[in-house]
């Protein structure tokens, strides 16, 4: 959708797109129809392993990706499409490194939030669970 807007222009899909990042911070994938698509018809049809990643950090990088997409709604409304465009391609970016490269640029910052000491390590008692877990599958 990201890059459908930079090449279009067409305002109307920063609606679901700013929508859905929303949805997904608030609630996750439950009321956000591009976060059911994805979790729960696209995700289990692809072939390998799938990699599992903890709520908090997942849910920081689609606060960014909110954060980006409201800034880009509201310059749209402002009459600064142009630079509309530039945020979400920029957004479009960080999420092509994740669907292609398999890089959550976004997860990336957060663990260097934690290791700063800004965001607790308390925060992430759900990561540390869902890595004790994939090692005890392996």
């Known amino acids: 959708m990201s890059v459908l807007f930079v090449l279009t222009g067409n305002p109307y899909v920063l609606i679901p797109l700013t929508y859905g990042f929303v ?32 709520g908090p950090p997942k849910r920081f990088a689609q606060g960014i990706g909110a954060l980006f997409s409201v800034t880009a709604s509201i310059l749209w409304v402002a009459d600064f499409q142009f630079a509309s465009r530039v945020v979400v391609a920029m957004l479009a970016g960080a999420a092509s490194l994740e669907a292609f490269v398999g890089f959550c640029l976004g997860c990336a910052i957060f663990a260097r939030l934690m290791r700063w000491g800004i965001i607790p390590e308390s925060v992430c008692e759900e990561c540390n669970d869902i890595s004790a877990r994939l090692s005890a599958a392996r």
């Not at 997904?24 to 990643?53: E, N, Y």
């Open 23 to 54: 949805a997904r911070v608030l609630m996750g994938p439950r009321i956000s129809p591009l976060g059911r698509i994805a979790t729960q018809i696209i995700t289990p049809r692809l072939a390998g392993p799938h990699k599992l990643v903890a």
